[in-house]
Every structure is written in structure tokens, then in C-alpha cells.
């Protein structure tokens, strides 16, 4: 659209009390970003030739949030003066001179306001020829929206506040969006004539089209079919709504791409994520961050998948991971924890109960059961026994390990790190390892056992397993 001359103004300058939190409201995430950069996506896929974010509460954080995912937006100032007619007016003032094309204004805090619904409201302004177009929604309980007052034609007269309104005004069900195509001619010569003569004592952006009907302008209403798009968030009651609304319009969109969702109510799916053809998602399973599925796996149920990339019919039962990858036809779970830094290689396995942590496992290599494996690199078609450790840490530096191909753990070892196990080497069970191991070697930590007779008679006389050895002790 940059041939049409748009600009697109983002409105984040708001306090947003209601939210009662340190953080700004634009910034509270879902869905794997923040409300605004929902906003700032939807504005990258309509191609304008100019996208501002309009900060003031606390617009460093803001700024710092979003530089490095959106370098093409500009951000501008609000001074302390407050409203949404001041708001879009310091940012006309920061457009290039020539500027004369459209001028689309969005709210930061209204995330579900998709590209579509978006280019056919900029094209209903533009064959509607207007010097003004609103978005509006009919609803059944417009309370704390901006009503719109229609003229005796049909056409918009203007656009009155709910602490402005009269008993009649407030009665009426279409409501102001919040979303506005004006001509950037338009808003350089009415913005300057707005006062803040009201109940809140702003710059209130809605008197525009009040002041250009005075002079016979013409102002345009579109109204969305779907009233979701306009909503906004002002509380955390309404950040929960808008989120379940979002994910539900995630989870559909890759269902439709062949994607099986078993229970798309308890299935979260981030923005960035990306799922292939007959993937299959269990219950209560959660998708997070840029994380990418292949073909024929199976997540779920329990699941919580952040950045992870999962290979082509890769198996993971009630599990969490963490930047992890993990490999073609692997298994992992039930109840495993895969941290950062873990990859899992090709039908590899990662049992119950087992924690992993920058650690390579190469092909058909098995951790299956309650073991720690942190800080490691470990050959193919390895089995290390049940818990067996890693022991990375001496209070001071991480140390790694290394295992070779075709290494067999007994169960209950300890490699006690910096250690090297060579190809083909085995340990006996419990063995504490503390020194490389060469190749094809068995390490055993073997003392002899050692039996004491009648000890349980003389240190826990009357208690049932001294009764129950001497009864044996009888027959015997």
C-alpha cells in the first residue's frame, strides 16, 4: 500500500491504571507478545509508508520492549498534554512535511484487529471518498464506549463520550472502535481546533469528525461484522478474555492447515509458533515462544513446549522443555524436564523422571528413567542405567562429560565430571566414576559386603523384623 501514501499511528501512551500492575499495560503479553506488537505486526503486513508508536507512561521500558522485533516503527513523544486528539497530533507533526496520504489510527491495547478486517476498512475510506472514517460495532452493552450519533440521512454526526453522553446518547448501540481513516490534510487543520472543554479535560480525537461535519465534510462509518476485532484491554479480566479470543483464532488456523487439536479449549498456541501437516496436540498442552513441530509428532498431554524444535514423528508425554531439539522419532516422557541446551538425536530416548540440561544425545541414545544429565556429550546408541548422574557441579565451575558410542551405565552411576567413558566402555551398578575410562573398559567401584549377625535382634529388639527374623531363624 505504500503507493497509496498510508501512514499508520499507534496509540501506547496511556497509563492503563486499571491493570493495577508495574508493567504498561501495552506491554502485558499474549499469545507470545505483547498487546501492542500484536498491534505493530498487523500494521507490517499492510506495507505503510510510515508506522509510529505514540509513547509517554513509562516510554523507556516501552521503547526498549520493542525496538529489535519492530526497527520500522518511529516512536513519538506525547507531551503532558493529555488525550487522544494530542496523541495523533504530535505524531501528524513527526510525518514528513509532503506527507498527503491516509492516515490510519490503532490502539495499542486492541491486539485482535487482524490485517484483513484492517485493508477493508482502509478501502471502505477510500471508495466512501471521506476526509474521516470511523470503525464502529453494533453491541448489546456499549457502557464505557464512545457513542456514535447518527444524523437524520444515516450519515455520522459525531462521536460523543460516555461521560459526555445524555441519557438519550447513551442508549444508542454503535459504538466507536477506536480504529480512524483520516486524510492527513484533515488532521493538520482540525487537530489544532480541538479544546479539552469536556469531562475529562483531554484532546479527545473524536471531536474531528464533529468539527468537519460542522463544515460539511464528509465522515464515514464503517461497521465490523465481527465485534471482537474492536475489543480492547483495561483490566486483567479483559486481558484474559482477549487472550482466550486470540488463541482460539491460533488454534483454528492450524487446524484448518491439518493440524489435530484434540481439545482446542486447553491447547495454547503462541503467534510465532509453527506446527506442520498431521501433527497431532493432546489436552492441556502448551505451544510457546517460536517453537517448530514437524509432521506426524505427537505432543501432549500435560505439555509445555517453549522454543523447542520437534522433529518428524517425535513422541513427548506429559513433559516440559526449554530450548530444546529434539530429534526425528524420539520419545520423550512422561514427566521429563529438557532445559536449555538439550538435543535429543534421531530415536533417542528420554524416560521418566529425567532432568537434562546442555546436553547432546546422539542417535538411538536412551536415558530412560530417573537420571541427570547436565553438562554433557553422549555418543550414539548409548543406555545409561536407571539414575544415573551427571555430577557437574564441584561448588565452583560446570564441568562436562563425555560419553562415546555404545557406552552401557549400571544403574545408580555416578560420573563425577570432567570425565571421559570411551566407546563401547560399561560400568557396574553404583559405581562412582572419577576417572576417564578407556574404551571397551568396565569401571566398578566393588568393596566387599560385609554381614552382621543378630543385628537387628540386639539394636531393634520387639520390633516386628526382629520378630520376623527369629521366627525364620527357627524354622530355618
Partial sequence: ??????????????????????????????????????????????????????VRHERDQVVAALTADYPQV?????????????????????????????????????????????????????????AAT?????????????????????????????????????????INAGMYMFRAATLREYLPA???????????????????????????????????VTYGVNDRAQLAEVGRLLNARIVRRWQLEGVTIVDPTTTWIDDDAKLAPDVTILPNTHIVGATVIESGAVVGPDTSLIDCEVGADAVIRRSEATLAVIGQGATVGP????RAGTTLGAKGKIGAYVE????????????????????????????????????????????????????????????????KLGAGAKTGAGAVVRKDVPAGALAMSVAPQRNIEGWVEKNRAGTGAADAAAREQSAE
Avoid: W
Avoid at 23 to 46: D, Q
Avoid at 95 to 119: I, K, M, N, Q, R
Fill in 74 to 130: 518511529t516512536f513519538v513523544d506525547q507531551d503532558e498534554i493529555p488525550g487522544t486528539g494530542r496523541a495523533v497530533q504530535v505524531a501528524v507533526d513527526a510525518l514528513p512535511a509532503g506527507f498527503d496520504g491516509d492516515v490510519l489510527v490503532l490502539s495499542g491495547d486492541c491486539p485482535l484487529a487482524d490485517a484483513e478486517t484492517l485493508t477493508s476498512f482502509i478501502a471502505a475510506h477510500r471508495a466512501a471518498d471521506a
Fill in 335 to 338: 514427566f521429563s524436564y529438557l
Fill in 134 to 174: 470511523l470503525m464502529t460495532a453494533v453491541v448489546a452493552d456499549p457502557t464505557g464506549y464512545g457513542r456514535v450519533i447518527r444524523d437524520a440521512d444515516g450519515g455520522v454526526d459525531r462521536v460523543v463520550e460516555q461521560k459526555d453522553a445524555t441519557i438519550d446518547e447513551a442508549s444508542v448501540n454503535e
Fill in 194 to 228: 480541538i479544546g479539552v472543554d469536556n469531562a475529562q479535560g483531554e484532546m479527545y480525537l473524536t471531536d474531528v469528525p464533529g468539527l468537519l461535519r460542522r463544515d460539511g465534510g464528509r465522515v464515514a462509518a464503517s461497521v465490523v461484522s465481527d465485534v471482537t
Fill in 1 to 54: 500500500m505504500t503507493e497509496n501514501k498510508l501512514a499508520i499511528i499507534v496509540l501506547a501512551a496511556g497509563q492503563g491504571t486499571r491493570m493495577k500492575s508495574r508493567l504498561p499495560k501495552v506491554l502485558h503479553p499474549i499469545s507470545g507478545r505483547p498487546l501492542v506488537g500484536h498491534v505493530l505486526t498487523t500494521a507490517a503486513a499492510l506495507d505503510a509508508a510510515h508506522v509510529e508508536v505514540v
Fill in 356 to 419: 537434562t540440561k546442555n546436553a547432546q544425545i546422539g542417535d538411538g541414545s536412551k536415558v530412560p528413567h530417573l537420571s541427570y544429565v547436565g553438562d554433557a556429550t553422549i555418543g550414539r546408541g548409548v543406555n545409561l542405567g536407571a539414575s544415573t548422574i551427571t555430577a557437574n557441579y564441584d561448588d565452583v565451575n560446570k564441568h562436562r562429560t563425555e560419553i562415546g558410542d555404545e557406552v552401557h551405565t549400571g544403574s545408580h552411576t555416578v560420573l563425577v565430571a570432567p570425565v
